[in-house]
């Protein structure tokens, strides 16, 4: 791999960083609220998913005793 000198490398990150389709802030904006709602449903499956695998092995656990 060629070296290359630190003012080259800034250079060529700078070129590169023109090159970057940046997000609208409405893109952003949109899609933070749905990140938030898709946590949000998905911390309320599994909140279902362990309270229901709960109840079973309480019962499971309780038929033995």
Same mark, same amino acid.
């Given at each position: 791999?060629?070296?290359?000198?630190?003012? /080259?490398?800034?250079? %060529?990150?700078?070129? /590169? $960083?023109?090159?970057? $389709?940046?997000?609208?802030?409405? /893109?952003?904006? %949109?899609?933070?609220? @749905?990140?938030?709602?898709? $946590?949000?449903?998905?911390?309320?499956?599994?909140?279902?998913?362990? %309270?229901?695998?709960?109840?079973?092995?309480?019962? @499971? @656990?309780? @038929?033995?005793?």
């Amino acid at each position: 791999m060629a070296k290359v000198s630190p003012g /080259e490398f800034v250079r %060529q990150v700078r070129a /590169e $960083t023109a090159k970057v $389709t940046w997000p609208s802030r409405r /893109e952003v904006v %949109q899609t933070t609220i @749905l990140v938030l709602i898709m $946590t949000a449903i998905l911390a309320l499956f599994f909140l279902g998913v362990d %309270q229901v695998l709960g109840r079973a092995i309480r019962f @499971l @656990l309780g @038929l033995g005793a």
